[in-house]
Structures are given as C-alpha cells and as structure tokens.
C-alpha cells in the first residue's frame, strides 16, 4: 500500500492506558471491594457516564475554578451535557428519576470512570476510576456506622492488614458548632465562609497547622509562588479553631469514648455541636457492639472532607504506613472517603431524602498495594506458547493449544512469522510459564520438549557462562507426546 | 430545610441505567467471554475514553453523516477531542504509540462503554457495550482463523448451545474481485463506489435482494419516505451481482469446502477474486483441522460488513433462532462480528501492519440470553434481611447480619424507619430469600424467627384465602438462637 501521510500516535494528556497485570490489578481489587458490598446486602448499579449538566450540578472540592473542574459539551438538542465527575451526582439522579419503584432505604454500590477536566500532573488523572456504596433514604444512625464498618471491611479484603489503615470518623456538625459559637456575620451551615473555613482544615495533613493557620486568615503561598486567598478569620476566631485542632490531634490515639466525653467538655455548651457528639456517640455505640474497635475506627475531629454538600457525620480511610517519596517519609494517606448528604437528592426530588455514602479512589489504593507487596494478581497471565517450528504442521500445533485449553491452561499458538528466537522472545515478553517445541527430532521421535521459560530466567541469573543458558539443560525437557498435556498440569 | 426549586431529573436520550440483575447479567456475559479470550492467551487493555479526533478519526459504517456520529469537543487547548465511539480506533492508536515495547503479534481483548451520536431509538442507544479481541502484527491465516474459533467458544461459554449460533465468514477480496469483474470506472479496494456497493450488500439480510438491487441502481425510499442514493450501476452489473448474492445465499447449507470449489467454478478468472478464495481455503484448513465443523462455522459471501477499513477475512457471528418481533418471526441476526483490518494501524505507524479483530455487542447479546432463558444468574443477590423490631436491639442485630456475612451469605440489617409490614415489603423488593425476626416472643424464649419470602410467594400462588397466606405457618419456622446460623446455611 501507499505509504500516507502519518498522524502522531498520542493521547490526551491525563488519560491513562492499563494493560496485562496492571489492569487485571484493578479489576481484582475493584471485584475484591465489590464482593463486601454485596455481602452486606448493596446492588449493582451502572448510570451512564453522560449526564445533563443542570441535572448533575456540580459540587466538586475546588470551588475556586468553579467553571471548570467538569468536561461538559452542547448536545444536538442544545442542551448542554457533562461527563460525569463523580458517582453520587449521578446516583442523586438515578434515585429521583426512579423514586418510586425504588426500595427504600435504596443501598448500592457502583464503580467505574469520572471525569475531571482539570491541569494533569503526577500522578493525577483526568480520568479515574472509583468505587462507590452508598445508602438514600435512611437517617438511622446504623446506615452510618454500617459505611465505616462496610469500608473497613472492604479493606481489609483487598489484603491490606488492621493496624495498616484506620477509619477516621467525625461530623460535619462538629465544625459548624465551632464555627456558631464564633459569632462570625453570614455564617450558617454550608454558608461561604462555613465552606471556607471547612476547606482550610481539610488541608490541615498536607499544611500542618501553620498552613491552616495562613488559610483561616489573610491567605497562603504555596512553593510555585500560586496564592491561595483566606477564609479573612480575625486572630481570636483563629486561634480558637487552632486550638481546637489541636485537641484533635490528640484524639487520634484516644478511645471513641473519651474523644467524645473530651469533646462535649471542650464545646458542650453549643447546641449544634451537642447534636454532633449526639449523632457520634450513636454511630460508636453501634460499632462498639458489633466488635470494631479503635485499631479499625477511630473518632478524628478534624476530619471534615472537602465537599460543601456533606451535613452530618464524615469518614475518611487512612492508610498510615509511611511510604518514601520526594520528601521523604510520609504516611500514604487517605484512599477514599464520604459522608451523610441529606440535600443533594433534595435538589431534584423537591423533598429531603437522608443519604450516606463513601467513594474509594482506586489508584491510589493500586499504589499502597504495590508498595506493600500485595499486588500478587491471581495467575490469569499467559502460561503456554505452542512454537510453530513448521508452518505445514500448525493444525497440529493448534490443536495442542486447543487441549490445553480444554483443561482451563491459557495457551497460544504463536501467530507471527518470526523465527525460533524470535518466538522464545515474544514468549519471554509475554511473560509465558512454558513454551512448547516440536521440531524434526520432536516429529521423529513422537515427541514434545517443554520449555520452562521461568526455570530458564532464574538459572541464567545464577550462572555467567551465556553458552551454558542458551543451552538449557536445566530449563526443558522432552516428553512423549501423549504424556503433553499431563506433564504440562502437573508444573502450571 | 427550605424546599429549593426542583430541576427535573432526567438522563439524556439514549443512556441507560442498568441495575441489580440486569447489571449482574451484563457482567457475568463479559466475564465468560473474556475468560475464553484469557484462555487463547489474550491479555487485557484498558484505553481511555477520550482520545484526540484526528488521531482516532471516524471510521464508522454509516457515511451518510460524516460530521456525525461522533460526540466531540473542544479541549482546553484547543484541540478536539472525541468519546471513543469503538475499541478499535483507540487500540490502534495504543499500538501504534507503544508500538516497539509490545509483543508482536500483540493479542488484546477489552470491554467498555462506545458512544455513537446517532438519533436514540428503541433498543437503540448513544452508550453501549462493546468487547473486543484484535490481533496486531500478524499476517498470518491462522489469526483470522483463531478469530472464528475463538468467537464460537466465546458464544457456546455465554450459554448459547450450538445450533443456536454460526459464525458466518467471508472475504472482502470477494467482492473486489467481482467489483473488478465488472469494469466499473474508479473502483479499486476501498473506493467511494465499491464501499457504497459493499454498503448495499451488507443489508441484504435487513432489506432482501429487491431492496439491494434498487440500493445497488437508483436508490431507495424506506417506509418512513426516507430516500437512501444508490450507488448507480447499470443493470448488467446489478444482475451480475444479484446473481453471485443469490448463489452465496445457496452456499450457506454447503460445506466449506463445496462453497469455496463452486465459487472458484463462478467466478475463478479473476486474481482479486482468487486471492479471497486461497485466504479463506487456508483459514478453512486450519479450522477443519481444529475440529470446528459447519455447524460452528460456514463459509458465507454475502457476508462484508459495513466498515469501509476491511481488507481480507470478515467474520459475523448470527444468532439462527427466530425470535417474535413487531414484524413476526425473526430470525435473531448478527450479534458481532469483525476482519481483517491491514492499513487501520498504518495511518499513525507510517507502516503497515496486519490486524484482524472481532467485537460483540452485549446488549442484543443479553437480549438473546433472556430469550433462551440461559440468563440465570449466580445468587449474587440480597440472602438475607434482619428486621429491626426493637431499635435499642439494633446492636445484636447487626451481630446477626454480621455473623452470616462471615459465612459468605449476603445480610443486611433494615435501615430504614418503617415498621413490620414495611420491612417486609421491603425484603420483598429486595427479593431476598429470608427474613428474620426477632421480636418480644422470640426474645423471652430465645428464638428467632425465620421466614421464607420464597416460599411465602409460592404458597400465595396457590391459596387463594389471603388471611390464611398472611399467617404464613408454612413459610416461616423458629428455631433456638444458636441454631440461627447453621440452619440458614442450609436454607440459602
């Protein structure tokens, strides 16, 4: 054919590939996650990825680039859609589209892509995939305590060990009772300068306190010399949040119980906090009963999660090992969380519908499991490749394949035109277990030679004579055609 | 809270929602295709959704509306972008840009969402789900020939008997070769006019040989007063055509070979059209070789495919059980299919390279399956619901829920604030198996209660006097607490 003129192979920036392993990674970890959330009793759910702007909304962190944040395009019609950013948006959607045939409360889980269309970096995606479970229609305090004991769960089974991670459990009531008892102007749950002040604590593990500090005030500069403007506090009202932060703190290594008793002495006077402690000491003693103790679920105040529409209790799942990165040591982290949100299905059902819900960013748990070793992925990688020495013959190499299969063992036929080094390398690329050789003395003697590529690797890393590997004794052996398939079951 | 103005909650036209067991069906009809593609020693590739424009092009079947079909949009920087609207384009594009570190030949399956910006309809929408397996880098007849064995095992592992399904191939150089035959002025392989006399043909099943004659002359108006332009040959060449097509629907009840020796006696003269027959005679050898007789597999020349990007083989897997529809008895019809594919890659490598690929299209598939009544599904679903009579016991049942999810059985605890009856009506909506129910007899006497929700349904079927369904003595029995557990195992 002509040779045409060629278009330069890229993706857009932010959009990742996955393949082999790193793939099959997700989809067990996302099937390890989703096996808890069936057992306690969540269905499936899968809305599509574009949905109508206004429907959807947006309720993103990052309120300072209010327009952005979302990929969103006019359709046919006019009217402008978006790609989803999030499941809840769209789940709000679902649940008010279907109210009544709903059961209810309504619990499912879902997974998949969001979109963000934000300024790509390191290790951050435009698009990524996330697991959702949440429960609408319920204000029991047991669909709460279920989130944090469901997350813990969840886990746990993707093999990260208790002592490894932590539930951090507060209330959204907590800061809103503070911040009451401020008597700052124009303050009322979810009000701008509440939200403000909320995103400033939310940054407290990445700032430390002094960086709060800077953004509860005038404002803060970070590295890149970018200016992030403040909540405009005065020093009193500063310094009462700080200390209260600070209480917090402290918390982290105290009983549920005495974090709450603690708590209700420092701020018992204000009637919203008290409703807070109220909440929490409900969700605790539910845990408490069913076994959950602080190694799994402790009570954080100063957790308060980024997003505007959370009302009542916050979690957030920490994983607390320490990983290295350019700045040294550092916990790894939060890999998810959420909260009660008892008005974002409000806003298309016209009627209050209590929800509560979490999120797991799936990458960044990809990342930990990595980091601890635990990504071993169940053996679905290819184990044989049947060599085609002699073209005329590959019915025959096919039908090997063929029964290989029969007894669940991947296996190919080689389907190129290289030579035999050229196939022993594609079998190595592929990371196959075996390669199957049947050339004129196999033929002749009614044979097979089987190849372990795996024994084949380790023993030329031991040796340093190349004449030596190459010649394999060690790695293959020849075996009566008949005995092919046993031999092969016996070593995959 | 104040009741805020509702914004209708509504999906764009063409999305879906998919949920509990229609979701849990979705899944477990790719998981038992990809498992056959894993078996074949296929690995797996996630790309992302949003690729470049001009880097994916549009290569669909439908060229009537070039600017169409696509959803794009204008990036931050400018440049468009585009939904990914097959698994196709975006694997080239993978290929192409990670060409040197893959494998070849490269054998990929992935499944995912596809979005076509086409007018919605019944049974037709803008998200759908595609699974593909391709084959990058290899000439070889034994790739095209693995496509169709492969395809066939993929169907039989979904559930669907043999029998009930063929995979029909054919060759685009057929067609060529006969094009060429009838020295039309401009054609040549991938020409204007012999894409729109492929076009034509590829609705024979849809339209029948009148309705392919006036696409392949004048052109046609559909019932809807719609006018379709014909590719405008003259009548010889038209009868000509007609005459080969009359002559393949005869071929489809031969054996592959009977069909390959009377199209060689047809039509023999031509090189184009004997290179066709030399592929599919070796393709044929392979597959006979393998075992795979006509009833999995036939020969079939009237089969091309819409896509203009075909080279060589084409493959098109039919469902051949008649289903009622609007119109009668139908037969079922295509469910997927694919070819070879030589100069897709070439467009952004600057070189060629030999693909070959096929791709099934889920939801006409899950629609088949629920005909057969082969769409069981394994229990994923809700087991177990524990009622919550007695809030302040809401602990011990939670134990309960908890202590059977250890055992793998899916449990949950009423979440919700209704009373007796709306629990159990719940349950029901759940369509969970058992209900337990622990009130102030079972407390005193240490019991609890289990109540069959099957077998309550059953019995309702039966009875005709409702009160006596309500008591329900044969549905739910009592049993001492600590035989809870090992007497719901047996149950579920």
């Given at each position: 054919?002509?040779?045409?003129?060629?278009?330069?192979?890229?993706?857009?920036?932010?959009?990742?590939?996955?393949?082999?392993?790193?793939?099959?990674?997700?989809?067990?970890?996302?099937?390890?996650?989703?096996?808890?959330?069936?057992?306690?009793?969540?269905?499936?759910?899968?809305?599509?990825?574009?949905?109508?702007?206004?429907?959807?909304?947006?309720?993103?962190?990052?309120?300072?680039?209010?327009?952005?944040?979302?990929?969103?395009?006019?359709?046919?019609?006019?009217?402008?859609?978006?790609?989803?950013?999030?499941?809840?948006?769209?789940?709000?959607?679902?649940?008010?589209?279907?109210?009544?045939?709903?059961?209810?409360?309504?619990?499912?889980?879902?997974?998949?892509?969001?979109?963000?269309?934000?300024?790509?970096?390191?290790?951050?995606?435009?698009?990524?995939?996330?697991?959702?479970?949440?429960?609408?229609?319920?204000?029991?305090?047991?669909?709460?305590?279920?989130?944090?004991?469901?997350?813990?769960?969840?886990?746990?089974?993707?093999?990260?060990?208790?002592?490894?991670?932590?539930?951090?459990?507060?209330?959204?009531?907590?800061?809103?009772?503070?911040?009451?008892?401020?008597?700052?102007?124009?303050?009322s749950s979810g009000s701008e300068i509440n939200l403000s002040i909320m995103r400033s604590i939310d940054k407290l593990d990445r700032l430390g306190l002094s960086g709060v500090e800077q953004l509860l005030g005038e404002g803060r500069k970070d590295e890149s010399g970018d200016y992030t403007k403040g909540a405009g506090l005065e020093k009193s009202?500063?310094?009462?949040?700080?200390?209260?932060?600070?209480?917090?703190?402290?918390?982290?290594?105290?009983?549920?119980?005495?974090?709450?008793?603690?708590?209700?002495?420092?701020?018992?006077?204000?009637?919203?906090?008290?409703?807070?402690?109220?909440?929490?000491?409900?969700?605790?003693?539910?845990?408490?009963?069913?076994?959950?103790?602080?190694?799994?679920?402790?009570?954080?105040?100063?957790?308060?999660?980024?997003?505007?529409?959370?009302?009542?209790?916050?979690?957030?799942?920490?994983?607390?090992?320490?990983?290295?990165?350019?700045?040294?040591?550092?916990?790894?982290?939060?890999?998810?969380?959420?909260?009660?949100?008892?008005?974002?299905?409000?806003?298309?059902?016209?009627?209050?519908?209590?929800?509560?819900?979490?999120?797991?960013?799936?990458?960044?748990?990809?990342?930990?499991?990595?980091?601890?070793?635990?990504?071993?992925?169940?053996?679905?990688?290819?184990?044989?490749?049947?060599?085609?020495?002699?073209?005329?013959?590959?019915?025959?190499?096919?039908?090997?394949?063929?029964?290989?299969?029969?007894?669940?063992?991947?296996?190919?036929?080689?389907?190129?035109?290289?030579?035999?080094?050229a196939q022993l390398k594609y079998a190595d690329k592929r990371n196959a277990r075996l390669a199957i050789i049947i050339g004129e003395d196999e033929i002749a003697s009614n044979s097979v030679t089987i190849k372990d590529l795996f024994v084949g690797k380790e023993f030329s890393d031991k040796i340093s004579d190349n004449k030596e590997w190459r010649?394999?004794?060690?790695?293959?052996?020849?075996?009566?055609?008949?005995?092919?398939?046993?031999?092969?079951?016996?070593?995959?």
């Amino acid at each position: 054919m002509e040779k045409k003129k060629k278009i330069k192979p890229q993706r857009p920036r932010g959009f990742e590939d996955l393949s082999g392993n790193s793939l099959n990674e997700l989809i067990q970890l996302r099937d390890s996650i989703q096996k808890v959330y069936g057992l306690y009793g969540f269905e499936p759910l899968e809305t599509g990825i574009i949905e109508y702007s206004d429907v959807i909304g947006s309720f993103l962190p990052d309120q300072d680039r209010p327009n952005e944040g979302v990929f969103s395009f006019e359709d046919d019609d006019k009217r402008w859609v978006s790609l989803r950013y999030d499941l809840t948006s769209g789940l709000a959607r679902y649940v008010a589209e279907n109210f009544d045939s709903l059961p209810k409360p309504y619990r499912r889980y879902q997974s998949g892509w969001v979109f963000r269309n934000e300024k790509p970096g390191p290790g951050r995606y435009r698009q990524f995939y996330q697991i959702d479970a949440d429960t609408i229609g319920s204000d029991n305090a047991l669909s709460d305590a279920e989130m944090c004991m469901m997350f813990s769960d969840a886990i746990q089974n993707t093999g990260i060990e208790v002592g490894n991670f932590v539930i951090r459990l507060s209330n959204r009531k907590i800061l809103d009772g503070i911040i009451d008892n401020l008597n700052i102007n124009g303050n009322s749950s979810g009000s701008e300068i509440n939200l403000s002040i909320m995103r400033s604590i939310d940054k407290l593990d990445r700032l430390g306190l002094s960086g709060v500090e800077q953004l509860l005030g005038e404002g803060r500069k970070d590295e890149s010399g970018d200016y992030t403007k403040g909540a405009g506090l005065e020093k009193s009202s500063i310094s009462q949040i700080l200390s209260f932060l600070e209480s917090g703190i402290e918390s982290k290594s105290q009983s549920r119980d005495t974090c709450l008793k603690n708590l209700s002495n420092q701020f018992g006077s204000n009637i919203i906090f008290n409703k807070a402690i109220e909440e929490l000491s409900e969700i605790s003693n539910i845990i408490d009963a069913a076994g959950y103790d602080e190694k799994k679920i402790i009570i954080d105040p100063s957790v308060v999660r980024g997003l505007g529409y959370y009302t009542g209790p916050v979690y957030e799942a920490d994983l607390t090992f320490n990983m290295e990165t350019d700045q040294g040591l550092e916990k790894f982290g939060s890999i998810g969380g959420g909260g009660r949100y008892d008005d974002l299905v409000a806003r298309l059902k016209g009627a209050r519908v209590p929800s509560t819900g979490i999120s797991v960013g799936i990458s960044r748990l990809r990342s930990a499991l990595k980091f601890l070793n635990k990504s071993s992925i169940n053996n679905e990688s290819l184990s044989v490749v049947v060599l085609v020495m002699d073209k005329d013959k590959r019915s025959d190499y096919y039908k090997i394949a063929s029964s290989l299969r029969n007894e669940g063992i991947s296996s190919e036929c080689y389907t190129g035109d290289g030579g035999m080094k050229a196939q022993l390398k594609y079998a190595d690329k592929r990371n196959a277990r075996l390669a199957i050789i049947i050339g004129e003395d196999e033929i002749a003697s009614n044979s097979v030679t089987i190849k372990d590529l795996f024994v084949g690797k380790e023993f030329s890393d031991k040796i340093s004579d190349n004449k030596e590997w190459r010649s394999g004794k060690d790695s293959q052996k020849n075996v009566p055609i008949n005995d092919l398939v046993e031999t092969i079951k016996s070593i995959v």
